[in-house]
Structures are given as structure tokens and as C-alpha cells.
């Protein structure tokens, strides 16, 4: 007579990040530990001391078990040797079936400390990539030098898109079968919900109710391209005089783009937020978005935005191509062309029609970047890898 049902075994894991801080990235890990705790439970060995306080608050109070590494950092230093020690040790100790380490930093220590401490399987999540946009061309050739060394150590390789994949390819860091491409998942319906109705959201951010409202959204650093979008203000306020820009993030940036408006006349018709606890009020306010990224590994804001129907521009860098279909949910300029991202914002401000029909179909295309989809593809990834190593 048979027992009752077994219980599927679980297998732990530790993941590993430099810090969390308001953005994709930690957002995503988060997500991701949270959405496989059934059948992946683990810890995540994150810097805290250089981690957005609300942002490790926020992974505590989604149920992740935190282990602080005080030496991991995001600036190469001496203390990435302290470490580096540090997690090979939690690992001895913990003895993870999987690692899976998040961004360029966290993920050449990690893999170092796991494949030192023999740990069965390895994933890498760069979330976007460090070819472009960051550094100089030595910087740069060093760290893809570093990265083609990792990946020999890497069992599965995960980016945000297919372009990713392409990208790190031509760089010859590892070979096409390491690679899975999982979005960011943007959790669709709940931001529906939570958005409340324009004039609503208009009346808490005091916009005028007639205002073409242009929004940005992430993290106030160069790579994002907000002094682009900045820049912009001037010939679309000509073209569209009741237009506003709202900056919704915050960052080391944020008081040189303030100044950037008063230098160009436009302070007035921009609102900085700061950052802010529901993006789904900012987005609810706009009549588009615009990510005029340097470099992007996705774009998580586009797919915010798309699926509360507005159009976006965003520029043709790192993943951004795999989310927006030009000329179908909204349009797609060169990067660092300030007259291009004007014009594009400019045809939107003139035409509610274009607006409306670009996004309609921007809300159904952002559910291909939904956490269900996205979570699916990861716990995937994990049930393969752990049929290949012989842990299931």
C-alpha cells in the first residue's frame, strides 16, 4: 500500500548581489527569490552598508533572508579579496546546490567563490551589460576580459533579451548554449489596479489637466540619459507649449539636471519627484515615456509604462529594440541625438490619436514582460539545471 505523496524535494540556493538599490536589478532578484522560494528556497548575500535602506527593508518584508557581506562593493578595491573569503566561507557553511549571482561585480566574485567552494551549479544574471555607456575603452576591455572568464565557470548564463544574448556573443563570452534570455517581469495587472484615473493622479502631482506630460523613471545616473531627455524640454515646449517633463527617481544626478533646467530656461516645466513608493500614480499622470538610455538591459520602465497604454521613445541601445516595436507601440531613436528624441516627443504631443493607437498595442505587447511570464522562464532554468547536475 502506497504512502502518501511525497513532498518535492527543495533546493537551496544563495544568491548574490552588490547591493539593492531602487531600480530593475534588485527589484528582479527579489521577484525572482521570491516567485521560486517553493521549490528554490535561499539567502541572498548582498553589501548592505551600500544598499538604499528602504530597498533591503522592502526585501525583508517580502520574505529574503539576507547574509550581509560588509566588503562587497560596487568600486574594484582591495576589499573585494575580503569578499571574495567572505563568500566562499557562507558557502562552505551553507553548502547552496545553486548560486546565481546578479550584475558584473557580484557576479565575478561569486562565481569565483563558488566554483572554490565546489558548488554544483552556477548561474549568472547580468542584468544588462557594462560594453557601452559606462567606461572608457581599457576600463572596458578589462572588464570583458574578466567577464569571458567567469562564464568558463558558468553553467547558465541569463539576460533580459535575445539581444542581450547577441551582445555578449560578439564579445566571445561563452558559447550560445550557456545562454537563456528571462525578462524583467513587470507585475502587469497589479499596476493596473493600483493606477488611479488621470485627473487624479494629475491633481496629486499638480499637473495641469491639459498638460502633454512627458514622463522618466529610474535612477538619476548618466547612463539613463536624463540630461538627454532634459536637453529635449526646450524644442518640444516650442513645439507643444503645454508640455511638462516629470522626472520620478532620484540619484547623484538629480541636482545637475535641475540645473541643467534653469540654464535652459525650462525649470518650470519640469517636476523632479524624487523618489516615489507607487510609480503607478507618476505613470497614471503622463502621456508618455521616454528612456533615452546610454545603455539598458530591458528597460523595465518602458514595459511600466506600456502596460498602463501610454506610447514610448526610447533609445536604440542594449534591450531596449526587444521591447519597443517601432512605429507599433512607439518609436526607437539614435542614442545621444537630442533633436531626434525632441522630434519623436514632439510628433506625440501633436497627435492624441497616434498616442492612443500606439498604446493600445503597447499594453498588449508589455504582457509578454509579465512576472508570470518571467517567472515561469526562470523556475524553467532552474528545473533544467538541476535535472542536468543530478540534484532533482
Not at 557553511?93 to 557580484?106: D, E, F, G, L
Not at 567567469?150 to 547558465?156: E, G, H, Q, S, Y
Not at 505587447?365 to 522562464?377: D, I, L, M, N, Q
Request: aromatic letters at 4%; glycine letters at 10%.
Amino acid at each position: 500500500m502506497s504512502g502518501p505523496p511525497r513532498e518535492p524535494m527543495s533546493l537551496h540556493t544563495l544568491h548574490v548581489i552588490t547591493r539593492l538599490t531602487l531600480g530593475g536589478s534588485a527589484e528582479n532578484t527579489v521577484a525572482s527569490m521570491v516567485a521560486l522560494a517553493a521549490g528554490y528556497p535561499g539567502w541572498l548575500a548582498v553589501g548592505v552598508a551600500e544598499s538604499d535602506a528602504a530597498s533591503v527593508d522592502d526585501a525583508r518584508r517580502r520574505g529574503v533572508s539576507l547574509l550581509d557581506v560588509p566588503t562587497l562593493g560596487r568600486e574594484v578595491g582591495a576589499r573585494d579579496v575580503s569578499a571574495l573569503v567572505h563568500l566562499w566561507r557562507v558557502m562552505r557553511a551553507r553548502r547552496p546546490a545553486i548560486v546565481h549571482t546578479h550584475t558584473s561585480k557580484a557576479g565575478f566574485i561569486g562565481r569565483l567563490a563558488a566554483r572554490l567552494a565546489g558548488v554544483p551549479a552556477i548561474i549568472h544574471q547580468p542584468h544588462g551589460h557594462i560594453f557601452y555607456g559606462y567606461y572608457g575603452a581599457r576600463r572596458t576591455a578589462f572588464y570583458v576580459a574578466l567577464e569571458r572568464l567567469a562564464a568558463r565557470w558558468t553553467d547558465r548564463m541569463v539576460t533580459l533579451t535575445e539581444r542581450g544574448i547577441d551582445e555578449h556573443l560578439a564579445r566571445g563570452i561563452g558559447h550560445r548554449a550557456q545562454y537563456r534570455a528571462v525578462p524583467s517581469g513587470v507585475p502587469t495587472a497589479e499596476l493596473r489596479a493600483r493606477a488611479p484615473a488621470r485627473a487624479t493622479a494629475r491633481a496629486r502631482l499638480g499637473l495641469p489637466a491639459d498638460a502633454f506630460v512627458v514622463a522618466g523613471l529610474g535612477r538619476f545616473v548618466p547612463v539613463k540619459g536624463f540630461d538627454l531627455l532634459v536637453a529635449a524640454l526646450p524644442p518640444l515646449v516650442a513645439a507643444v507649449p503645454s508640455a511638462r517633463l516629470v522626472l520620478v527617481g532620484d540619484g547623484p544626478e538629480r541636482m545637475a539636471l535641475e540645473a541643467q533646467a534653469v540654464a535652459l530656461g525650462v525649470r518650470g516645466r519640469l517636476l523632479v519627484t524624487g523618489a516615489m513608493p507607487d510609480i503607478a500614480v507618476c505613470l497614471a499622470a503622463a502621456d508618455a515615456l521616454a528612456a533615452p538610455s546610454r545603455n539598458e538591459g530591458m528597460g523595465r520602465a518602458l514595459v511600466e509604462a506600456m502596460a498602463l497604454g501610454l506610447p514610448v521613445v526610447g533609445s536604440e541601445v542594449g534591450g531596449i529594440p526587444a521591447v519597443v516595436a517601432d512605429g507599433e507601440t512607439g518609436r526607437l531613436v539614435p542614442p545621444g541625438e537630442v533633436d531626434a528624441l525632441a522630434s519623436a516627443l514632439i510628433e506625440l504631443g501633436r497627435d492624441e490619436a497616434l498616442r492612443v493607437k500606439l498604446g493600445a498595442a503597447g499594453a498588449a505587447r508589455a504582457e509578454a514582460f509579465s512576472t508570470g511570464v518571467a517567472h515561469a522562464a526562470m523556475r524553467a532554468i532552474y528545473d533544467e539545471l538541476a535535472r542536468e547536475k543530478g540534484l532533482a
